[in-house]
């Protein structure tokens, strides 16, 4: 067994009364409060595909070229 040098104090305690808390906070926002979280999730969620297909959609040779310099790094 590998020695581990960071440890969890009270665990398993700890991590289960930090998830009750962080819950009941969730619990207690306002819907207002989700429906802006999730439009912030969704909006990045669109803009990450964006981004992955305008990677795509470059030339062959532009990939290769990056791809190279940072082999030389």
């Known amino acids: 067994m590998v020695d581990q040098s960071f440890r ?4 398993p305690v700890l991590p289960i ?7 009941y906070l969730m619990l207690n926002l306002s819907v207002e409060t989700w429906l802006r979280f999730l439009a ?6 669109c803009s990450s595909r964006r981004a992955e297909k305008s990677r795509d ?10 791809c ?3 082999s030389h790094r």
């Open 8 to 11: 969890v104090p009270f665990s």
């Open 17 to 23: 009364v930090s998830a009750l808390a962080c819950s």
């Open 40 to 45: 912030w999730m969704l909006l990045g969620a």
């Open 57 to 66: 959609r470059r030339p062959a040779s532009f990939r290769r070229r990056r």
């Open 68 to 70: 190279a310099r940072r």
